[in-house]
């Protein structure tokens, strides 16, 4: 193509398309030094300006935090699990989502849209991971916030009676509960789920890994965190017990709370 064609089109593409479009056009095409002075100073200030944007307006997943402190997790939380695990669980792999959630946050920004295939491609991987650090973001944020109790429901009553409702008895949701989460694969959740969106219902479902097995619309009321890493420096290979220790720690006050803010 000639120059004088090429600066034409290019003048024309910065007339016909939005600016953001023309100038993630003109980056991504590596045609910026080719462009004519007056349009490349502009188009540089521009590219320089919405990096600037796009830093402000990547949407940040945030590391909450619990409703106790470090030190406290350690005696509150220590018939489920270790000191070292409050920590490791919550300043390692939970926050381990959160980083990575950001760092794809970051990425889908510039990701190349045009070499998605259903096999592999960057774009797709991204999706990919998103589900998967997104379910593992808000199922911990979950999973800290109804542990630290005395595991009595009474200071639940009207999640206990949506409990009794649906299961028959609280003894009953809890045979369930548990088997649905010794169920679940090595790296996995039990979940008491509201399920907001379709039938109104309380339901135990059971989640491999972070989010295969979850269903749409349905809030989260008590996640078991049954990954290896949630139970094994104290248990072992006995995943029943932590989930009875787990049953036994419920903090029942900030659960119900929940319930009713959703279940309306
Ligand atoms: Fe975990």
Redesign the pocket.
Known sequence: MRLREFFRRMTNMKRTMKRRTFVRTVAASGALALLPPVLRSETEKTITSNQKEYTQMAFEWKFNPRPYSDEEAKKLLAPVVDAETTDW?YNT??KG?VTALNNIEKALETADRSGANGNYSQIGELKRRTTWNHG?TL??DI?WDVLGGDGDPNKGPEVKAAIEKEFGSFDAWKADFKATAISAKLSGWGVLTFDQLYSHRLLNVLVDEHHYGAIWGGIPLIPV?V?E??YYHKDGPKRALYIDNFIANLHWGRINARYKKYAK
């Open positions: 669980h792999h939970h989502y593992g199922l911990h999973y965190d990954f890493h949630a």
